[in-house]
Nanobody, 125 residues
């Protein structure tokens, strides 16, 4: 059974930083993509960034390119999302998602097969 577990969220001040983690277990494929999405209250879920396990290639939403960095540690089956210079607009539940395959990753929710429960990020001014 594939499990996806996020951690690292919490309350932070604007201008600060957070690093979210996503641990994937039960995966039987070597090639996969991990993505981060977020959903603010009353808004649709939006893609933030994704990364391929095979070569580490990444994709970012335009809004995330300046302050977000995705990375992965294949040995730990873990992906990270570093958020710098936090803004109150970053307040949301952050979800991690996984899908099989080595094709370039996209930021559509339909692309991903497995999802975590999410971790809340709250940024205060």
């Amino acid at each position: 059974e594939v499990q996806v577990v996020e951690s690292g969220g919490g309350l932070a001040q604007a201008g600060g930083s957070l690093r979210l983690s996503c641990v994937v277990s039960g995966f039987t494929f070597d090639d996969y993509a991990i993505a981060w999405f977020r959903q603010a209250s009353g808004k649709e879920r939006e893609g933030v960034s994704c990364i391929l396990s095979s070569d580490g290639s990444t994709n970012y939403a335009d809004s995330a390119k300046a302050r977000f960095t995705i990375s992965r540690d294949n040995a730990k089956n873990t992906a990270y999302l570093q958020i710098n210079n936090l803004d109150v607009e970053d307040t949301a539940v952050y979800y991690c998602a996984v899908r099989y395959g080595f094709r370039a990753c996209e930021l559509s929710t339909y692309e991903y097969d497995y999802w975590g429960q999410g971790t809340q990020v709250t940024v205060s001014s």
